[in-house]
């Protein structure tokens, strides 16, 4: 157990909808990062998120958006689904330097 | 841009052999991680590796930061069936915490 959360596991939504995928960094974590992974891709960074602020983004489509409240929570919101977006999108939290610790991901399926 | 290139993509071997896999690229990296995904999971971080020369282990798993600093290497002993699963490297590409991850080595291991 890496100690990185992310609800819900599963998520089943058609195309043209609107999700939020949720993550808890490890405690004392202050750097959040999303990645996508899907067959074909491997894992791509999305963006990511230190201590509230933006700090660095890569691969992210204008359709998604994430943020990071106060209390270190992230949420990443994906919009206007189309099906190529089904695919398992990662957590990762990390204190300093660059090791990042994942969680259990969430598995978005869109139809 | 920079990648990361992983190979062999794919190995096949009885339990109980060891394993060596490698990671290269054309870029100089600072800082080499080495992570493992079973299927449906999160990948787990196995060794970070953070100077040239350097030989880590972890278990039956030991990783080399290549002299060259273009290049890692993990290996793993007397393998088992829980090794089986998707072994990445992935270092980062610039000062900030973003790291890049290659495309994976394949692990099977034969009844």
């Known amino acids: 157990d890496s100690g990185v959360t992310q609800t819900p596991k599963h998520l089943i939504t058609a195309t043209g909808q609107r999700v939020t995928l949720r993550c808890s960094p490890r405690?004392?974590?202050?750097?959040v990062y999303w990645y996508q992974q899907s067959l074909d891709q491997g894992l791509q960074f999305l963006i990511q998120?230190?201590?509230?602020?933006?700090?660095a983004k890569g691969n992210i489509l204008e359709r998604f958006s994430a943020q990071q409240f106060p209390d270190l929570h992230s949420e990443l919101n994906l919009s206007s689904l189309e099906l190529g977006d089904s695919a398992l999108y990662f957590c990762?939290?990390?204190?300093?330097?660059?090791?990042?610790?994942f969680g259990p991901g969430t598995r978005l399926t869109v139809t | 841009g920079q990648q990361l290139n992983q190979s062999p993509q794919s190995m096949f071997i009885q339990e109980g052999e060891d394993v060596s896999m490698n990671c290269t690229s054309s870029?100089?990296?600072?800082?080499w991680l080495w992570y493992k995904q079973d299927p449906g999971e999160g990948p787990v971080l196995l060794i970070a590796?953070?100077?040239?020369?350097e030989l880590t282990s972890n278990g039956r798993l030991t990783a080399q930061f290549g002299i060259t600093r273009k290049d890692s290497f993990l290996n793993i002993s007397a393998s088992i069936p829980s090794d089986v699963g998707i072994y990445f490297c992935?270092?980062?590409?610039?000062?900030?915490?973003?790291?890049?991850f290659g495309k994976g080595t394949r692990l099977h291991i034969l009844p």
């Open positions: 992935a270092g980062p590409i610039h000062r900030d915490d973003k790291i890049i």
């Open positions: 405690s004392g974590d202050l750097s």
């Open positions: 590796l953070y100077k040239a020369g």
């Open positions: 990762a939290s990390g204190r300093s330097g660059y090791e990042q610790y």
């Open positions: 870029s100089i990296f600072n800082t």
């Open positions: 998120y230190y201590n509230g602020e933006e700090r």
